[in-house]
């Protein structure tokens, strides 16, 4: 595959990775002069339309999710028999080797992850995707350790997930949620408990169930009692044990009904492990403390199994009783839903009447303040703060842009304000434009957010031909987004760029335009102030590009001022009857050219008098609405 060019674009540079259905491979994108990653579906699995659609879905599902936490899907197609899909490149491995590379991550490392992760999921429940096949390998780590979740190979959308009592389970055994394994309905809580046992695996380096065969793994997740990561690994702290321990549970009910509890409680986490808090059960609803209590292998590929092979060995399972429970259980959520609402209704209804609540203060300005002047300003106004950060090209660097609430609010005291800061000009880096014709430099260009300035040319012999040779600013290099970039354009061979003409003698003109292999054409003459016989215009003009032979007609001036007298005279002129409102215009004709000399709005019967000076033979033109009246010779 290496060198190969798919899609008359992608050119195939090395392997970069292998899963249960398609290749990976690093790519050159030779029209945006990038890098990218190409997954390609293996040529056994073409002919063989589930596979295809399955392929296809990916692509579907990954295209509909736009996260920093998300790898882009940028493009998918058909090569041949090859179907393939275009995704960002990630420098960096996979979470998968980073384990196995370090062993057991260090308590933050793994929370910061986890964080990324969640919150990729949440990005993709909420538009309606649930993966179903979250496990290390499917986490890239950038150079940063910024997690990126991929392969959404067999994603399902979550209103048409009806994966119950289906003849087979797809998916990678020791990551797989309790229902997958008994061929129920997935949900995004079968995402979370996927996470769940990631973590796991992230904080004691090693997988909560491993087995000979892939039958006995699926067993355990159903049968067998998840062990407390601070069984493996003392120094877990607590609080991240029970996170585990409520994202493991069996009974999905009782685990983070949503990514954003999940989220929640890793940030609670991070702040008990930063030491900006202090773990106490009381002093918080941490949702983990809900929870129950509680190696490489060929095994963690995708795999589809047949579930016949164990569906004796599952617990029985009634769909009437499950019926009944889930309905008990809504109809308890219900009621405990319709509390909170109440409670809350009673508790903003104290804060109203000033029953709860501290004293109000009003909050001051401080848009166009320094980070650490409105940090000053709010705390003496007893106020605290949250920072929000976006590009803007008018404000400085660390000036707040806007506030939330704005000034002379009143709110209680201790209340945030949100301040958006400015991060100030978006820098870009600046593409390498250099032998791409004009169409692709414009494309680069637009997707790199910049704009095409002044186009030049010029001919350098053996440098491919339409082709750029220059640009104002070349990389790499940052500017900011919008900057114009100008290029200068290798001409053919037989084009050249015509010369300025104007300001030169008609015979200098014409030695110019032989030395090009020009040829001059007509010599128009015209009365100027400028010396006799020198060149006041040209076609075509200068700069434009024209073969060798072209023929450039010129018009050269004829100075008059110095044989002629200059004449000066009144005229008088009535505007003839016709609209309350005419256009009159006076233009003088004498040998130095033609102008207008008076141009205004009149009704009928005025009489309007101009003074007209010129040279040689002078006529005067009267116009009424563009439409010649009268024409005198002075």
Wanted: charged share 25%; glycine share 6%.
């Amino acid at each position: 595959m290496e060198q190969k060019i798919i899609g008359n674009r992608y050119q195939i540079l090395e392997s970069i990775g292998t899963g249960g259905m398609a290749e990976v491979y690093k790519a050159f994108d030779t029209f945006l002069n990038r890098e990218v990653a190409v997954k390609i579906l293996r040529a056994q699995y073409t002919d063989d339309e589930g596979f295809v659609s399955r392929f296809r879905q990916e692509a579907q599902s990954a295209a509909r999710l736009i996260h920093p936490n998300i790898v882009n899907v940028y493009d998918v197609g058909r090569d041949d028999d090859s179907y393939y899909i275009i995704m960002e490149y990630v420098k960096g491995r996979t979470l998968k080797e980073f384990i196995s590379e370090v062993g057991a991550l260090d308590p933050m490392t793994a929370v910061i992850i986890a964080h990324g992760i969640a919150s990729a999921l949440k990005h993709a429940h909420s538009r309606g995707i649930i993966h179903c096949d979250i496990k290390p390998h499917n986490i890239l780590l950038d150079e940063n350790n910024n997690p990126k979740v991929a392969d959404f190979g067999i994603a399902r959308a979550i209103t048409t997930a009806t994966m119950t009592y289906t003849a087979s389970v797809v998916g990678s055994v020791h990551y797989l949620s309790p229902e997958q394994v008994r061929g129920e309905k997935v949900s995004a809580q079968s995402d979370l408990y996927s996470l769940g046992i990631l973590l796991f695996e992230m904080l004691t380096g090693c997988l909560p169930y491993t087995a000979e065969t892939p039958v006995a793994v699926a067993l355990m997740h159903v049968r067998e009692r998840m062990p407390l990561v601070r069984e493996i690994n003392s120094e877990v702290p607590l609080v991240l044990e029970k996170i585990v321990a409520k994202a493991l549970a069996k009974d999905k009910e009782e685990r983070y009904s949503t990514a954003d509890e999940f989220l929640q409680d890793l940030e609670y986490a991070a702040d008990v492990l930063s030491g900006n808090i202090v773990y106490n059960e009381k002093d918080r609803v941490f949702i983990a403390d809900n929870s129950p209590t509680v190696a490489n292998t060929s095994l963690e590929e995708t795999i589809r199994i047949d579930r016949t092979a164990y569906a004796d060995q599952l617990p029985p399972h009634n769909e009437d009783d499950t019926d009944d429970k889930l309905e008990r259980k809504k109809r308890i959520k219900r009621w405990l839903i319709g509390a909170v609402v109440a409670a809350s209704f009673l508790i903003i209804g104290l804060f109203s009447f000033g029953v709860i609540g501290g004293p109000e203060v009003e909050v001051p300005d401080v848009t166009g303040k320094t980070v650490v002047e409105a940090q000053n300003i709010l705390s003496q106004a007893k106020l605290g703060y949250t920072i929000d950060e976006e590009y803007n090209i008018k404000v400085a660097p660390g000036t707040v842009i806007s506030q939330n609430p704005g000034a002379k609010r009143m709110v209680k005291e201790g209340r945030k304000i949100t301040l958006v800061v400015s991060k100030g000009v978006e820098l870009g880096d600046v593409p390498n434009l250099k032998g791409k014709r004009l169409t692709e430099a414009k494309a680069m260009l637009k997707a790199s957010r910049f704009e095409l300035g002044r186009v030049s040319y010029k001919y350098v012999s053996g440098a491919p031909e339409e082709t750029i040779l220059e640009q104002s600013v070349a990389p790499p290099a940052k500017l900011p987004i919008g900057t114009k970039l100008d290029v200068v354009i290798n001409i053919k061979s037989n084009q050249v760029v015509l010369p300025d003409l104007v300001g030169l003698s008609s015979t200098s003109a014409k030695n110019k335009l032989n030395d090009l292999g020009l040829v001059l054409g007509k010599v128009n003459t015209v009365v100027s102030k400028e010396p006799d016989n020198t060149v006041i215009g040209m076609n075509p003009a200068s700069k434009e590009v024209v073969n060798v032979g072209t023929v450039v007609d010129i018009t050269v001036s004829k100075n008059v001022e110095s044989t002629k007298p200059q004449q000066s005279q009144y005229v008088e002129f009535i505007v003839p009857a016709g609209s309350d409102h005419q256009e009159i215009k006076i233009v003088v004709i004498d040998d130095a050219g033609s102008r207008v000399v008076y141009n205004n709005t009149h009704k009928p019967g005025v009489r309007l008098r101009q003074q007209i000076e010129g040279t040689g033979n002078i006529r005067v033109q009267f116009y009424s609405n563009d439409k010649l009246v009268e024409e005198r010779s002075l």
